[in-house]
C-alpha cells in the first residue's frame, strides 16, 4: 500500500505554502496528474478522500440489490452473467478503497465507517430490487449512469484513481451489455414482462435522475471538485450527456418515463428539462434513510462479522511468511 509523505501539518500559513499551492494548481491546470508523493493541499486531499470513499462504498453496497437475485435467476446463462457482474462489483470497490489509502485513509477505518452507517454510499442502492426487471434496469440504466460518471472521472487530476477509474470502466461497459440485452428480452417478451419492466423503469426514475447528485445551484462539493479537475463535468452536464443517450434508447424499446416528470425535450440545445426532484429526499436517503438502508447496511455487517477468521488468517501467513519450498529428496 502506497501512502502520501506529506506532512499533515502543512497549511496555509506556513513557510513556502503559498508557492507550492501556486505550483500545484498550475500542475492540475495543465492536465499533469498528481501521485500520492506529491505534495497536495489538504482541501483536495479531503475531498478526494470523501469521493473515493463513496465510490468504494457505492460499489460494495451495489453489488447487493443484485446478489440476491442469484438464486432467482431466470436460466443459467442468466445466473452465472449475474455472479460475474456481482464479483467484479465487489473488485471494484477493493480497487477503489487501494486508490483511498494512497491519501492516507485505511481500508479498515473505511469499512467501519460504512458498516456503523456514518459514511454513504450511492443514492440508488438504497431501494430495494423488487423483481427481475429491477436486475436489469440497475445494470442498463444505473450502471449506464455510472459509466457517464466515471469516464469523465477517468480522466480527472489524481492519478491511482483515474487509473483504478479506466479498469473499472471497461468492465462496467460489459455490464451494461448484459443489462440491455436483459431489457431487450422482456421488452420483447409477453405482455407479463414488458409490464413487470415497465413498472421497474417508474419505481427506478426517480432514484436514476437523482443519481448524477444535486443540481449544480445545490451541490456544495462540485465547485472545489471542478477546481482541482478531479470532476470535469458538473451533476448537471452528466445528468444531461446520460439522458440524451438513454432516452432515447428506452423509447426504441417501447418504455415511457412516468408523467410526474414532465420530460420534454428542448429542439434548439437537445437538453432534457424536467420537474426538478426533491433534493430533500435524496440527502435523507444517501443519510441512511433510504427504504432498504437498513437491509444493506446490517447485510454488509454480517458479512463483515463472518469474515473475521479469513482476516485473521491473511494476517497470520503474512506474519509467517512464506511455507517453505518442499524438499526435492
Known sequence: MVRSTVASNDKPGDPGYDERLASFE????????VEPGDWMPNDYRQQLIRLIHVHANSEICGALPEGGWIPHAPSLKRKLALVAKVQDEVGHAQLLYRAAETLGKSREEMVAELISGKAKYSNVFHYHAETWADVATIAWLIDA?????QRMMAEGSYGPYSRALKRICYEEAFHLLHGYDMCVTLAGGTKMQRDMLQDAINRWWKPIMMFHGPSDKQSKHTGPLMKWRIKLKTNDEQRQEFLRQYIPKMHELGLTIPDEWEMRQDTDTGDWLYKEP???EFLNVVRGNGPASALRLSTRRMAHEEGVWVRRALEAAAKD?????????
Open 26 to 33: 498550475a500542475r492540475v491546470a495543465r492536465g499533469d496528474k
Open 145 to 149: 449512469g455510472a459509466i457517464v460518471n
Open 278 to 280: 426533491d433534493w430533500n
Open 321 to 329: 511468511g512464506p511455507a517453505p519450498a518442499p524438499s526435492v529428496n
